[in-house]
């Protein structure tokens, strides 16, 4: 009798590690294995013009360490940028940048910098987010920094996917798709050769409206 009781703590105490295990390494959306998915590469003409008489163009502008065009107008009215005020550059970078495409509608805000782990470069961030049961340590600690924000939506659907452009010197890293009744949620988190990542994070209305700010 006494030799069942102990057999049966054992258990006991093994499913209250397995729980406390389960719960140390839980990744949120990152608990899966990412799908793959290649994002066409697009140059944009009409960057950087001074006429804007010649219609819409494109800007180029840096945030962090990136730097590409960026849409002026969109559905033919002004992109407005709006930014809480921090110290920034020569001190360090801005952390976060709003462009207002559309008020209410559509807007993009930019996140970032942020090394999650050091020396976990895109390689290794690929090899691990494509698997389900590897580097659970730096799912759980690049979750909690970049994406853990996101539970508070309770989206009804939600899409995960590893992304790649085109070109083989394209950015990549992680896509978040979040579905709702009336609007989505897309994040992309772009994670570098040195493991720096940047998040770029379009709020969109379904519709019309909402179609053309994920495409543009």
């Not at 397995?18 to 290649?38: N, P, Q, R």
């Not at 207002?100 to 996140?111: G, H, S, V």
Request: with cysteine; proline share 7%.
């Amino acid at each position: 009798m006494k030799s069942k009781k102990w057999v049966l703590g054992l258990v006991l105490i093994g499913l209250c590690l397995a729980v406390w295990k389960g719960v140390a390494i839980y990744t949120g959306l990152l608990h899966v294995a990412l799908e793959s998915e290649t994002i066409p590469n697009f140059m944009p003409e009409n960057i950087d013009l001074e006429d804007q008489a010649q219609g819409a163009s494109w800007l180029t502008l840096p945030f962090g360490y990136t730097l590409g065009p960026w849409p002026t107008q969109f559905q033919g009215n002004p992109i407005v940028m709006k930014m809480t005020y921090h110290k920034g550059p020569p001190e360090k970078f801005i952390q976060e940048m709003t462009q207002i495409w559309d008020p209410i509608n559509a807007e993009l805000i930019m996140t970032g910098p942020i090394t999650p782990v050091p020396h976990f470069g895109s390689l290794e961030w690929k090899s691990c987010l494509l698997s389900s049961f590897r580097c659970f340590k730096e799912k759980r600690k690049l979750y909690d920094l970049t994406l853990k924000d996101l539970e508070q939506w309770k989206a009804k659907d939600w899409k995960l996917a590893w992304f790649e452009g085109s070109d083989p010197f394209s950015p990549q890293g992680i896509h978040v798709h979040l579905e709702f009744n009336h609007f989505q949620i897309d994040r992309y988190l772009m994670l570098t050769d040195h493991g720096i990542t940047q998040g770029f994070t379009l709020k969109s209305i379904q519709g019309p409206t909402g179609q053309e700010a994920q495409e543009l």
